[in-house]
């Protein structure tokens, strides 16, 4: 375990780095905004039929969900195109992000971004469409602050809570990759989620 100023223990495999990206904000929501100008955001509907409430587009490769299930594809579904190329600073982040969290030579190969608006949320899931276990992924929070959920490898496990705000950067890897995690409903403001993946 790792404590925290406060002495809470974050479980291991999950590293916060608070304000990693402070400095690169402003640069990373002009990224969106250039991302989100070809791929527009949209809200992807689950296998189960359900609209997610988080608003989704991506760089790189990207992650999808329609009726037929979850994948990553090169090309945007919507528009038939290639998404947009994964941006060097994101590439830059990651890998400083992951290196600083004890996972050198970690290199995203694609980018979700996801855009919470009052009430958007996201509920407990795993993420296991990616080919690398071995890669961590690295989630860079933007915006409105939000409550992260990470529980452990089965949904019944308990959860324990982390505020992310604008400029924090959490790594989830090795024993923590597989760990169940979500998203609180976000109460006020506009939140966006950056997860710099290894998709292949
Ligand atoms: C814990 N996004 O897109 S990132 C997702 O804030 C997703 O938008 C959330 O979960 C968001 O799949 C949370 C935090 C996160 C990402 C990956 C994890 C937590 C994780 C992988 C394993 C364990
Ligand atoms: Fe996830």
């Known amino acids: 375990m790792q404590a925290d ?5 974050y479980p291991p495999g999950l590293a916060a780095l608070r304000g990693f990206a402070l400095a690169e904000a402003e640069a990373l929501l002009a990224v969106i ?10 809200n992807m509907v689950t296998p189960g039929g359900h609209a997610m409430s988080a608003a989704m587009t991506n760089a790189g490769l990207g992650w ?11 090309e945007d579904p919507e ?6 190329d994964l941006p060097e600073v994101l590439v830059g982040l ?15 190969d694609g980018c979700l971004i996801n855009r919470y608006d009052v009430g958007a949320k996201m509920g407990l899931h795993q993420d296991i ?5 071995s ?32 400029g924090d950067v959490v790594v989830w890897g090795g024993p923590a990759r597989l760990a169940y995690h979500g998203v609180m409903p976000v109460k006020a403001g506009v939140r966006y989620n950056l997860t710099l993946r ?3």
Request: aromatic share 10%.
């Open 79 to 84: 528009s038939g195109a290639r998404w947009p």
């Open 33 to 42: 905004g250039q991302v989100s100008a070809v791929a527009p955001f949209r």
């Open 135 to 166: 890669a961590p992924i690295v989630s860079v929070s933007l915006g409105a602050p939000a409550v992260f959920l990470f529980g452990g490898l089965k949904r019944s496990d308990p959860v324990m809570k982390i505020v992310v705000e604008h």
């Open 198 to 200: 290894k998709a292949l």
């Open 94 to 108: 990651g890998a400083r992000a992951g290196a600083a969290a004890g996972f050198a030579g970690f290199t995203p």
């Open 129 to 133: 469409n990616e080919g690398d276990m």
């Open 5 to 9: 100023l406060f002495g809470v223990a």
């Open 64 to 74: 999808v969900t329609d009726r037929k299930g979850y994948r990553y594809t090169a």
